[in-house]
């Protein structure tokens, strides 16, 4: 990932997804294509939440690409059950191959390449069956046939980035080398590293390829980022890309107004809430006290799988400064300090694996001081 967990939250506000797809609803378009990562763990909940989501976008399969991502794929899901399957598997098919044909000049071709890994690994794998297929399908066209490959991952960087081995595909090269030597294939969309870019591959004689990089359409904007997803324009042979910037900064005064209204609705509703026992166990148990939720406020308790995400996240970033453990007779809390001084805990009961907190069990936490 190219952000850290403890900040999705403040990067990928749910908000700024129901304006994506508001905006998108709004556009005239012939067919929408996303690349993946559409939970953060691959948990059922997130995939429900995903789901609900982009619902007013899905009301016709055929106009609709969706491949996975490496977030898709965190968990190995328990009774052999694949959530991503379960709720977006009508976009891709049960194929190897997913293969949409938008036109007479142009076919959208879609690769599956995202599988769990162990914590410290976030790659990807092009199989070889996937290949094959694809060599099939392309024979199969008529010679001015042109093809779009969707997959999750990216096959060029910018320049001076540092290439994570243990982030990427594990074939990249021989697979980048593979379209290289196939010139019908003129389009390489995909996402994972979360900067949008536009690239050229040049080829000896003939057409170059063009890849595009749409990653992360809902995060807030980058210094000097120029599109939140892309555009294209498909006219025989001629490809038109357009950057698209979601309109947030038009719905600031109505958000501004919407919080003032909320705030008196929240106070009602606050007092009607049940508490969270996992955050009174932090503040009776420990030497810390609870400041903030970490995730999302619409989620409940995470999958124990997040705490060793997040950890491994945080040694590739270099950011972890320790990570301890304490336990109670019923309470076990696994905290993770950073490098800057901010600290979170996962709390999880001993004896209950589900439905023990009555809400959130991730927290921002800040060290109690005592005084005598």
Aim: net charge positive; with cysteine.
């Amino acid at each position: 990932m190219g952000n850290l967990f403890f900040r999705r939250a403040r990067h990928y506000p749910l908000q700024r997804a129901k304006l994506l797809v508001e905006q998108i609803h709004q556009m005239k378009w012939d067919h929408l294509v996303i690349s993946g990562d559409l939970t953060q763990l691959s948990l059922e909940r997130g995939f429900s939440l995903a789901r609900e989501t982009l619902d007013p976008l899905l009301k016709d399969p055929e106009r609709v690409t969706i491949i996975p991502g490496n977030h898709d794929r965190y968990v190995k899901q328990s009774g052999g059950k694949d959530y991503y399957k379960q709720y977006f598997g009508e976009f891709f098919g049960d194929e190897e191959i997913h293969v949409r044909k938008l036109n007479s000049d142009w076919v959208i071709v879609g690769w599956d390449s995202a599988h769990p890994n162990d914590w410290l690994t976030a790659s990807g794998t092009v199989r070889r069956s996937t290949i094959q297929a694809t060599e099939n399908l392309l024979s199969s066209f008529p010679g001015k046939t042109r093809f779009i490959v969707v997959n999750h991952y990216p096959l060029t960087f910018p320049e001076g980035w540092e290439v994570d081995h243990f982030h990427e595909l594990y074939n990249l090269v021989p697979v980048r080398n593979w379209i290289l030597r196939h010139p019908n294939i003129r389009l390489y969309l995909h996402g994972h590293i979360h900067r949008n870019w536009q690239h050229r591959l040049s080829r000896d004689s003939a057409p170059e390829l063009l890849l595009l990089n749409s990653a992360s359409s809902t995060s807030r904007l980058h210094p000097g980022q120029k599109s939140s997803f892309h555009q294209i324009e498909l006219a025989g042979e001629k490809v038109k890309v357009s950057p698209i910037l979601l309109k947030w900064m038009m719905r600031l005064l109505f958000t501004v107004l919407c919080v003032f209204v909320g705030t008196f609705v929240q106070a009602a509703e606050s007092a009607e809430k049940q508490e969270n026992l996992c955050e009174r166990a932090v503040n009776q148990e420990t030497a810390y006290r609870v400041s903030g939720i970490y995730g999302s406020s619409l989620e409940s308790e995470q999958h124990p799988a997040a705490a060793y995400v997040l950890l491994r996240e945080m040694q590739r970033f270099k950011v972890l400064q320790r990570e301890f453990q304490q336990k109670t007779d019923e309470w076990r809390f696994e905290f993770a300090e950073m490098i800057g001084g901010k600290t979170i805990v996962f709390v999880y009961h001993l004896q209950n694996q589900t439905n023990f907190c009555t809400g959130a069990n991730a927290f921002f936490v800040l060290k109690k001081w005592f005084s005598l």
